[in-house]
Nanobody, 117 residues
Framework: VQLQASGGGLVQAGGSLRLSCAASGSGVSIGGMGWYRQAPGKERELVAF?????SASYADSVKGRFTISRDKNTVYLQMNSLKPEDTAVYYC??????????????WGQGTLVTVSS
């Protein structure tokens, strides 16, 4: 599975960005897809996850501001009302599934989001 993430950049506080991550691979089935982030000096944390069944979950810090969505094997993260504390490298994460069960987990290359105050 190859993951191609895009959409990061520099934005002022209160602005919006949309991240995307496309998963590709011959003959693979993708299950849950999500986004993590890692700020300087901090551990990587889950931002949002969308299960293969369509349910979404969010970190408390982004609820009401971020929305995760999916179109086939591309996952999106719409980020609104961005805050300086959202500054981080954002990574997409996907599960490859086989017979309905996750068999392997993959990370994207990371895309930097910088929110200026």
């Amino acid at each position: 599975v190859q993951l191609q993430a895009s959409g990061g950049g520099l934005v002022q506080a209160g602005g919006s960005l949309r991240l995307s991550c496309a998963a590709s691979g011959s003959g693979v089935s993708i299950g849950g897809m999500g986004w993590y982030r890692q700020a300087p000096g901090k551990e990587r944390e889950l931002v949002a996850f969308r299960s293969s069944g369509g349910s979404a979950s969010y970190a408390d810090s982004v609820k009401g501001r971020f929305t995760i969505s999916r179109d086939k094997n591309t996952v999106y993260l719409q980020m609104n009302s961005l805050k300086p504390e959202d500054t981080a490298v954002y990574y997409c994460n996907v599960n490859r599934i086989q017979l309905g069960r996750p068999i392997r987990n993959y990370w994207g290359q990371g895309t930097l989001v910088t929110v200026s105050s």
